[in-house]
């Protein structure tokens, strides 16, 4: 049940949710650049979506907008180019010069309710500078709701610290190669601090068969110095779908990711349009020169065999690939998998909200911020981008679109 005195004081209180530059992921600095290297003239539309299409109370609309436009006074400071210089290698120098004059501009920003409460959210503008707004969107209005609904009055800090130790010794004992990738719907940032914090203590407190890979926050990473993690989101591929069409677009991304990155950064997130399509049109070259693979939806053991199928059918030795596991896991669930795996690939897990947002008395929110319209340059057409994914829950975008693409890739001549 929503608290409105609790609305009522958020509403009135002077309190920055973001407040560090680099408090987002990874991916988001990774995808910019990339962006400013092979479309610094496109433009995008961006669309929230609430799975579960959440009623908000009256007013949020214009808490949220309240909060994200402080982001325009929040800058990158001269510590967070130090840490992304020595811990991001693969970004050139010039890209920091282009952070310490990037400013957020709320201006792209489009943030109502409709009448029956629902929220609406648009970002347009140029790609590489719209990228930015995806995580504080998501991570305010996560912790916007868990304030409003009273999460934090019930917030019992020494038990859930207790969880996320537990949880950490759970996980590098059982031999996981394991990170933090739970910006975005976090039950708090002062709650994720706490989670990468105890992570942290927890590895470095003894050798453990599992690994810390660190975190995808930038901002945690640095402050609890470990690695920050992640390369791409789907936003690459489905853009390039309008470029190259859907069955060139995974192989085009690849060749010019690699490209962007000369062979560094090399994770691909496959499932934008299915693994059929992936599969279909992944050449040996691409393969040998990623690092691995991310399942980000589907069955895990599937996808596995899938993939180990086609590392071999390539004649390419699986055990010398990776795979980073990130389908919405829990710590049970990554076991499982481990010991499915069985050393057959490299197996390492991103996990999210199972870290960051699994507090007692507290319902996760099940949000995303995805690209849905893009055009190459200012002067061009615009085109609806969408996302298919292994898993028919994660698809977004134009349903007509959708339909068209699911039916033509469901052709049993292709």
């Not at 962007?260 to 496959?270: F, T």
């Not at 911020?369 to 981008?385: A, P, Q």
């Amino acid at each position: 049940m929503i608290n409105f005195t609790t609305l009522f004081q958020f509403a009135i209180m002077d309190k920055a949710i973001i407040r560090h530059f680099t408090d987002n992921d990874l991916y988001t600095f990774t995808c910019q650049y990339y962006i400013l290297e092979t479309y610094p003239r496109a433009e995008v539309e961006y669309t929230f979506f609430d799975r579960n299409a959440q009623v908000y109370p009256e007013g949020f609309a214009d808490m949220l907008r309240s909060q994200l436009e402080e982001m325009r006074n929040v800058v990158i400071t001269d510590e967070e180019i130090e840490f992304l210089k020595k811990r991001c290698i693969f970004l050139p120098l010039w890209y920091f010069t282009f952070l310490k004059g990037y400013r957020f501009n709320p201006g792209e920003l489009d943030i109502r309710q409709d009448a029956e409460g629902h929220l609406e959210i648009t970002v347009r503008g140029k790609w590489f500078s719209t990228i930015m707004w995806e995580m504080p969107i998501l991570s305010c209005i996560s912790e916007m709701m868990h304030e409003i609904r009273g999460d934090f009055e019930t917030y019992d800090a020494a038990l859930e610290e207790r969880k996320a130790r537990n949880k950490a010794e759970q996980i590098f004992s059982a031999g996981l190669v394991l990170g933090d990738m739970g910006t975005r719907r976090r039950f708090s940032y002062n709650h994720h601090d706490m989670v990468v914090r105890v992570m942290k203590e927890v590895y470095d407190s003894q050798s453990w068969p599992g690994r810390f890979t660190g975190t995808s926050n930038v901002w945690l990473a640095m402050k609890y110095n470990c690695q920050p993690i992640g390369t791409m989101s789907h936003q690459l591929i489905s853009f390039e779908e309008n470029v190259s069409g859907v069955f060139e677009c995974n192989f085009n991304v690849m060749k010019k990711f690699s490209d962007v990155y000369d062979g560094d950064n090399g994770i691909y997130l496959y499932d934008c349009f299915g693994d059929k399509v992936f599969f279909s049109n992944l050449s040996k070259r691409m393969a040998m020169m990623y690092k691995g693979l991310r399942v980000d939806s589907g069955n895990e053991e599937e996808q596995t065999e899938k993939i180990i199928a086609k590392y071999r059918q390539l004649g390419i030795d699986p055990a010398t690939k990776q795979i980073c596991y990130s389908n919405g896991l829990n710590i049970d669930r990554a076991i499982q998998i481990h010991k499915y795996v069985g050393g057959r690939v490299m197996d390492s897990y991103g996990v999210g909200t199972f870290l960051t947002c699994d507090v007692n008395n507290a319902d996760p929110m099940n949000i995303v911020v995805k690209l849905t319209r893009g055009r190459i340059t200012e002067s061009r057409e615009w085109h609806d981008c969408v996302k298919l994914s292994c898993t028919e829950g994660k698809t977004l975008g134009n349903p007509e679109k959708c339909r068209y693409l699911v039916n033509l890739l469901s052709n049993p001549q292709f």
